[in-house]
C-alpha cells in the first residue's frame, strides 16, 4: 500500500534554491578551472585590468571566449568591471587566491584536481553493474601511486604551498603544459 507524501512548499522552495546555488558554484569552479589553465586570472593579476580584446590579444586566444569567461566571473563576483573603460579587473584580494601559484592561498590546483575526478565519474557509475563489481567492493585502497580506485589524477598541479602542495605544471599558451582548447583557435587534437 502506497501513502501519499504531503510536500511541504516552503521547505521544497529553499531546496531548489540550494540546488541552483550549488550548480552555480559548479560552473564557476569550471570557469575557475579554466582561467587557471589558461592563464586568464595570472594576466590580469600581473598585467592589471583589460578589455576582452586585450585580454585574448595578451594570451593568443578568441576574444569571443574570453568576453564569455570574463562576464561569466564577474556575474560569479570573481572579477570586477568598469562600464566606462570595459576593462575587467582581478581584486588584488582574490589574486592570492587566483593567480600567485607558490602562495599559501593559491587555488588552482584544486580546481584541477576536481576536473581529473570527474574523468572517473563514468567508471564510478558503471562499476556497481561490472562483473568484477563485487572485487571492487573489496577493495578499499588503490593498489598504485594513482587516484581513487586506480584512476589517473588530475594533471599534476595542486593548491596552497602552506599545505605541502606545490604547483609542478603551468598551463597556457607558451607553457610546457600548454593544451588546445577552443579558446585557443587551435585545430581540434592540436596540442
Not at 590580469?44 to 595578451?58: F, I, K, M, Y
Not at 562483473?131 to 578499499?140: D, F, G, I
Request: with cysteine; charged share 20%.
Amino acid at each position: 500500500m502506497t501513502t501519499a507524501q504531503t510536500v511541504d512548499e516552503a521547505r521544497l522552495e529553499a531546496f531548489v534554491g540550494r540546488a541552483i546555488g550549488d550548480l552555480g558554484g559548479a560552473m564557476t569552479t569550471l570557469f575557475c578551472a579554466l582561467g587557471d589553465r589558461l592563464g586568464l586570472f595570472k594576466s590580469l593579476s600581473d598585467n592589471g585590468p583589460a578589455t576582452s580584446d586585450e585580454l585574448s590579444a595578451r594570451l593568443g586566444l578568441q576574444e569571443r571566449y574570453v568576453r564569455e569567461w570574463l562576464r561569466g566571473m564577474t556575474a560569479a563576483g570573481y572579477l570586477e568591471h568598469d562600464p566606462e573603460s570595459a576593462r575587467f579587473d582581478l581584486p588584488a584580494e582574490h589574486a592570492p587566491v587566483l593567480s600567485q601559484e607558490t602562495g599559501p592561498m593559491f587555488f588552482g590546483g584544486v580546481y584541477q584536481e576536481l576536473l581529473g575526478a570527474l574523468s572517473a565519474l563514468d567508471r564510478v557509475a558503471d562499476a556497481p553493474s561490472a562483473p568484477e563489481a563485487a572485487h571492487h567492493r573489496r577493495r578499499t585502497r588503490p593498489t598504485s601511486g594513482r587516484g581513487w580506485r586506480g584512476s589517473p589524477r588530475a594533471g599534476s598541479r595542486t593548491c596552497s604551498s602552506q599545505n605541502g602542495f606545490r604547483p609542478h605544471r603551468r598551463y597556457g599558451p607558451g607553457s610546457n603544459g600548454a593544451h588546445a582548447s577552443p579558446m585557443s583557435g587551435a585545430a581540434p587534437g592540436a596540442r
